[in-house]
């Protein structure tokens, strides 16, 4: 199982824990680009889906709704993922 399958199955299995570095870099393999945001918010658009990410870092952790919304993209955009680079 590469990296990434790991980190994708550890965010689908625990959503109370995903870490808020983790949620950015998934969101930018699934084709989500920043949009800016204050202090610790981080928006995340992905040309063509009206469906954005917004991500707060408490503590170096997202809030578990925003991390289901996360494995929402994912299930949606997974097979978009490129092969495992060593990240």
């Known amino acids: 199982m590469s990296r990434r399958e790991k980190l994708l199955a550890e965010i689908r299995n625990n959503p109370k824990d995903v870490r808020y570095e ?6 930018e393999w699934l084709g989500f680009s920043g949009r800016g945001g204050k202090g610790g918010h981080e928006a995340r658009s992905r040309p063509g889906e009206a469906v954005g990410l917004n991500f707060q870092n408490r503590g170096g952790k ?8 996360l494995i929402a993209m994912i299930d949606k ?6 092969e495992d680079d060593g990240e």
């Open 22 to 27: 983790d949620a950015l870099k998934i969101a």
């Open 62 to 69: 997202i809030p578990a709704y925003q991390a289901k919304q």
């Open 77 to 82: 955009y997974e097979g978009e993922i490129g």
